[in-house]
């Protein structure tokens, strides 16, 4: 495969993939330069950051298979992409709203979390106001260090390979998802990831049986969706829980969320890391809203009060094995306090077993030779979320995720999202020598 170097520009910021992470990147570096502006700054100070995004998905897209109708939102919409950064903003959820003409509708509906499917369309909104920077279609494919002020970056495009150089990189390519051991997804076993995008595929479909592995939330979503969907399916729910346990939202606990949680949590010691996490851990994993943990519960008792049980709660269970075959999965289900096996038939089993964090280091390549890591082989993260390299390199390498570990549970997640890219965004314009004009 050829590969042209694209020289001799040098980009202040790559950032790698545009999800929501490094879409409010974009924005942040762009009112970051607003700023400096309206404070009369001239010259270079005042130069516009250099910066381009690669992704390898051809359009702006976020978690669209569980773009579930009506499934909403589990964080405020303040918690959007700037508004804990930059509450003025003209691309804050409200500005949105407004610009959409449904402001006062949403007032008028006296709720905190928007639909998924309307943040989503926020996103895109916003996503389009920075086209010029993004380039659709293309993947990372290595980093390797240029000098110590540059790093190459070796993209993907069109079966082509092109090497750009820059002097900051930043990593927000999400999450993946996460497949028990020994499964793989076939015709009939999918990630939850994938949900909306399968059942598009089968459009005339009427299958008997469904199961969903999963106690958390995207399962529950799942369970209700299919149940609410296909009115002639069994949807069996099959989890070793002995019921979904419901998230602690309170006051006192989303306080895990807020900012300065996570400077408490990196400037703590490995013992109180471990405990705040596991003290926090019912605010984020493998939990489910209250409200969907009721309406599930009401659909499954009004059924046994019919006579006619649709929804199957499997508590207390798991799967020992599935077998995607030609006429159909089978589901080896196994009931723990007695150890009973028996065997479901089903048209799809749909595993909402989670994400988890990329490996950094899988994607850093040469640089990761540069790169500092802990006992544990994951990187060492600084608390601006650049990653620590040794002596004398002024490239820098930030993270927007693969940081539970040193800044705790909420510095990944959406909550933070406007404050961290503040943050990542002020450590560069400290670190670099010089800003480089837009050419």
């Known amino acids: 495969m050829p590969e042209e170097r694209i020289q001799p520009r040098v980009h202040d910021v790559v950032g790698i993939g545009f999800g929501p992470s490094n879409l409010a990147l974009a924005v942040a570096l762009a009112e970051e330069r607003e700023e400096r502006g309206e ?223 996570v400077d408490h949590y990196y400037a703590a010691p490995d013992d109180v890391k471990r405990m705040l996490f596991e003290y926090s851990r019912n605010t984020n994993y493998s939990v489910v809203d209250l409200d969907l943990i009721d309406e599930l519960y009401r659909r499954a008792y009004a059924e046994k009060v019919a006579g006619a049980q649709r929804l199957r709660i499997l508590n207390v269970s798991r799967v020992l094995d599935v077998r995607d075959g030609a006429g159909g999965a089978r589901v080896r289900v196994a009931f723990l306090p007695t150890g009973e096996v028996a065997d479901l038939d089903a048209d799809a089993v749909v595993y909402a077993t989670g994400y988890r964090e990329r490996d950094p280091f899988d994607l850093l390549g040469e640089a990761a030779g540069d790169c500092l890591a802990g006992p544990d082989g994951r990187p060492v993260v600084e608390r601006d979320y650049r990653i620590a390299t040794d002596p004398g390199r002024a490239w820098g390498v930030y993270l927007q995720g693969a940081t539970e570990h040193s800044h705790g549970i909420a510095s990944s997640l959406l909550s933070m999202t406007a404050v961290r890219t503040g943050e990542i965004v002020r450590s560069i314009a400290r670190r670099s020598a010089r800003v480089t004009p837009v050419v």
């Open 39 to 261: 404070r009369g700054e001239r010259g270079e100070n005042a130069a516009a950051v250099d910066a381009v995004f690669f992704e390898k998905q051809p359009e702006f897209g976020w978690h669209r298979g569980m773009l579930i109708d009506g499934a909403t939102m589990q964080v405020h919409f303040l918690k959007d992409l700037v508004s804990l950064r930059n509450p003025a903003s003209r691309y804050s959820f409200l500005a949105y709203l407004h610009d959409r003409g449904r402001l006062v509708d949403f007032v008028n509906h006296k709720t905190m979390f928007p639909t998924r499917a309307e943040f989503h369309d926020y996103l895109e909104w916003t996503a389009a106001a920075f086209a010029d920077r993004v380039r659709y279609g293309t993947e990372v494919v290595a980093l390797r260090p240029r000098d110590d002020e540059t790093l190459e970056v070796v993209v993907r495009r069109d079966d082509r390979l092109e090497t750009h150089l820059a002097r900051n990189v930043v990593i927000g390519v999400g999450l993946e998802p996460v497949l028990p051991e020994g499964v793989r997804a076939g015709e009939r076993i999918w990630h939850t990831e994938d949900l909306l995008t399968r059942l598009d595929e089968r459009a005339d479909w009427a299958p008997n049986r469904i199961v969903v592995v999963g106690a958390g939330q995207s399962a529950a979503e799942a369970v209700e969706y299919l149940h609410r969907t296909y009115p002639g399916t069994e949807v069996c729910a099959v989890f070793a829980r002995y019921g979904y346990s419901p998230a602690d939202d309170s006051a006192f606990a989303n306080r895990i969320f807020d900012p300065e949680a």
